[in-house]
């Protein structure tokens, strides 16, 4: 689950904003922080079935990733990260939307 987020930061950042995705531990919870905005702009829009986002941010960079199975491009992310948290039985993870440049991804770790 780390590493799909992890990937999907990495692929969806706007390094335009020349900033860095950060990742931050608490006792509870881990929380991912990337720059670039949410390009589905609501998590509803994310997890309707067959949906495709209007464009990609970073084309080169997602094709080299895809080359190398660390995505896929059928925009199964995060319904496919839902589903891993629905199957293990863990409080869903939180997607917010902050301003136009940043979102952050939060879910509680295991005990």
């Known amino acids: 689950m780390i590493k799909e987020i992890l990937n999907n930061c990495i692929a969806h950042q706007d390094y335009r904003l020349r900033g860095k995705i950060n990742v931050e531990e608490f006792e509870d919870r ?3 922080i990337n720059e670039g905005g949410f390009i589905p702009e609501t998590i ?3 997890l309707e079935p067959g949906y495709k986002p209007p ?3 970073n084309v080169f ?3 080299a990733m895809v080359n190398l199975y ?3 491009t059928n925009s199964m992310g995060i319904p496919m ?3 891993i948290q629905r199957d293990k039985y863990c409080i869903p993870m939180e997607i917010l939307i902050y301003r136009q440049y940043f979102y952050w ?3 509680k770790k295991k005990k």
Do not use: G, S, T
């Open 105 to 107: 991804i939060k879910f």
């Open 55 to 57: 464009y990609y941010r």
């Open 70 to 72: 660390m995505i896929d």
């Open 30 to 32: 881990l929380v991912f």
């Open 44 to 46: 509803e829009q994310a």
């Open 61 to 63: 960079l997602c094709n």
């Open 81 to 83: 990260m839902y589903q």
